[in-house]
């Protein structure tokens, strides 16, 4: 399964919106009823961070800034006002299908 | 505290083999799959291996299939990586991760390089 996440690079104005758009070239509603549909971010210097989970269940300590969305093939994170600290690479990734697929990842940046 | 921390990384030659680890704990090690991804230098996140829970199932991304092996000790809350017929592409930070649906959480990485 193909992830094909838009744009690649986002620079954007702190306290704006931001919205990645990620793409998977099959469906990814599994057997068990679950769209395995995960959102991560990675730091520089640090080690990938879960902020969303099945498409829209935020982790415990996310901020309530960051959302996601979308169903199918078509799935969205959204933040709604970008701070400093939001800065780095975030990754969709597919966990229905064999083998796991990550999207190419979207860098956020501040103007 | 959850916490997985890998180790055994380090320099190889092409061809070489190494041994990853993972020890994890402040959680049922059992209950979960496991995840090894990685990350070559200047590019995206890469899975490469889960196992379920009781090492009855594998799986493995093309490129890595046929050399390397994923493998759990549930009784020493441990996962294990190993690679063989290593390539100057597989030089990455391995990173063993908690889940295989969306991993939760991940170690802190451990870096390898192949030479040639």
Known sequence: VVMTQSPLSLPVTLGQPASISCRSSQGLLHSDGNTYLTWFQKRPGQSPRRLVWEVSNRDSGVPDRFSGSGSGTDFTLKISRVEAEDVGVYYCMQGTHWPRTFGQGTKVEIK | ????????????????????????????????WMSWVRQAPGKGLEWVASIKVDGSEKYYVDSVKGRFTISRDNAKNSLYLQMNSLRGEDTAVYYCAKGAFGPEFWGQGTLVTVSS
């Open chain 2, 1 to 32: 505290e959850e916490q997985v921390v890998e180790s055994g990384g380090g320099l190889v030659q092409s061809g070489g083999s190494l041994r990853l680890s993972c020890a994890a704990s402040g959680f049922s090690f059992s209950d979960y």
